[in-house]
């Protein structure tokens, strides 16, 4: 049976449906609100739909079906084994497509998900009708290789005395807003959930030849972008040189968390494009 979550967004309730999806390889877990044009959401590594859990009442109110998914081998849907790879995850979000009988749909991801929102874009460009990349990041040969030479985010080894979790929360404190250790732990919450993902979405960005589908992009494409992200939002006029007529939305003051962290300006930033 599906469970029901409600949220007052703007002093309108508004329902926020959670369940499961059965694909060829297994099930993937989704939340849903609202009526209208479907709009799918892809996270970051290691997060999950709770990435969105404010984002998706807001777009509900805005008049889209709102639709967050866990990526394949990321919070409740299946795992995968190892086999990571933005090919991989793409797939998982098309058998969902296909599950879901969704056939033309806008589509928004968010770093991670900016990477896996391209490929599925280059793969079936029929049915992404707009594209938002938020926080979309920028790989070329040169720096792939120079970021190989480095530890991958995120990538401590587990330790049986759970010590390498006080690293990731003190690494990625960082890179989060001062004062917001609530969205800290919903991060680490996803991340002992992700298991291996953890460490091997971050490889799988990495390793994905994005700049050679940059141009493959057919549908109209915006880029949003928070100005206090280190990781992406540097490289924003690379990545917008790449994709044809594509346009730049800058978020001020979010973080690499900016879905989460300020979901009614993440919101609005693409809410008049996708409109």
């Not at 949220?7 to 309730?13: D, H, I, M, S, W």
């Not at 280190?230 to 594509?246: A, T, Y």
Request: glycine share 8%; aromatic share 10%; with cysteine.
């Amino acid at each position: 049976m599906t469970r029901q979550w409600l949220y007052t967004v703007r002093n309108k309730l508004q329902v926020v449906r959670k369940g499961y999806a059965d694909t060829p390889k297994g099930q993937i877990h989704y939340m849903e609100a609202g009526q209208g044009q479907p709009l799918l959401l892809l996270h970051q590594t290691p997060r999950s739909t709770d990435e969105f859990a404010e984002v998706v009442p807001i777009l509900a109110k805005a008049g889209f079906r709102a639709i967050a998914m866990d990526t394949v081998g990321f919070g409740e849907s299946y795992r995968l084994n190892g086999n990571h790879s933005i090919e991989t995850y793409a797939r998982g979000v098309v058998d969902f497509l296909d599950a879901m009988k969704l056939q033309s749909i806008f589509l928004v991801g968010h770093h991670t998900g900016a990477v896996i929102a391209v490929e599925v874009a280059v793969m079936q460009p029929q049915r992404i009708k707009k594209l938002v990349l938020s926080a979309c990041p920028y790989y070329d040969s040169a720096r792939r290789a120079e970021a190989s030479k480095h530890p991958v985010m995120d990538g401590d080894e587990e330790s049986e005395d759970g010590s390498y979790l006080v690293k990731l929360w003190q690494r990625r404190q960082g890179f989060y807003p001062k004062g917001r250790i609530d969205l800290l732990r919903r991060f680490m919450g996803d991340a002992l959930l992700a298991g291996e993902g953890r460490v091997l979405g971050h490889q799988a960005v990495r390793d994905y030849p994005i700049d050679e589908k940059y141009g493959r992009i057919q549908c109209p494409t915006l880029l949003v972008c928070a100005t206090e992200d280190p990781f992406s939002f540097p490289v924003q006029s690379k990545v917008s040189s790449k994709i044809p007529n594509s346009k730049l939305v800058p978020i001020p003051g979010g973080t690499v968390a900016a879905a989460d962290q300020m979901p009614e300006e993440f919101a609005h930033s693409f809410i008049s494009f996708l409109s």
